[in-house]
């Protein structure tokens, strides 16, 4: 065996005692990274970590525009919803609603 093989064979047991070393001083190292965490109050942010929304978090949803339904001058109504008080007066001046559809 030449000495090329030899130093191949010491970094492989030497890996190889590295890793065992590492797995066994894991569980500690871990626990004591936990408790600086909490105790420093580091966020997932700060550590380097990217954040995805929980699907139950509060998200300020997009407003889904609808079209006006309705028009009688200036006052409009999408048709969803309570009557607003403009078409329950119209409504009761004997008037159809359908004489202020909005033709699309």
Request: proline share 4%.
């Amino acid at each position: 065996m030449d000495e090329l093989e030899k130093i191949q064979l010491q970094i492989a047991e030497l890996q190889k005692k590295a890793q065992e070393i590492a797995q066994a001083n894991r569980i500690p190292v871990l626990e004591d990274v936990k408790n600086k965490i909490k105790l420093y109050g580091f966020t997932p942010e700060e550590l380097g970590f990217q954040v995805e929304a929980k699907p139950n978090a509060m998200v300020e949803k997009k407003k889904k525009v609808v079209a006006v339904k309705y028009r009688l001058g200036n006052n409009t109504w999408t048709g969803r919803g309570k009557k607003p008080k403009w078409v329950e007066d119209y409504l009761a001046a004997g008037k159809a609603l359908d004489d202020i559809l909005v033709s699309t």
